[in-house]
């Protein structure tokens, strides 16, 4: 039987200014979810972000596991694999009741249009 898989819309053509960030949390208790994920992301700008994951249980309190590598990292609008800022990455999380994915501007410019999908399964 094939599982279920949902997609959410993060964030939907967000401006990030230079050495800013956004964010965006999950309420994973609402999904039947087998602990599957993967974000795509679509980014518009001169400016250059990491993109990562914190958990939580309380939805207060987020962490990052140590040693847990960026969903993306350094991405740009000539990041992906046909060098036009579009790309998906699958991605393993802790078991918890909240997930949290962060936007992060490195200092390089400001992000004109940052758009993030999140399939769950």
């Known amino acids: 039987m094939a599982s279920h898989i949902s997609v959410h819309q993060l964030i939907n ?30 980014l518009v700008g001169a400016g250059q972000v990491d993109v990562t994951w914190s958990v939580s249980n309380d939805g ?7 040693g847990t590598d960026p969903i993306f990292d350094d991405f740009d609008a000539t990041s992906g694999p ?15 009741r909240y997930l949290k994915v962060t936007v992060t501007e490195n200092n390089v410019g400001a992000i004109t249009s940052c758009m993030l999908h999140l399939a769950i399964q």
């Open 60 to 66: 207060e309190n987020f962490i990052t596991p140590t």
């Open 82 to 96: 046909n060098a036009d800022g579009i790309d998906i990455a699958s991605f393993d999380v802790l078991l918890a």
């Open 13 to 42: 053509g967000a401006a990030i200014a230079q050495n800013n960030s956004d964010s965006e949390i999950v309420d994973l208790s609402r999904f039947n979810a087998e602990g599957f994920f993967s974000l795509q992301i679509e």
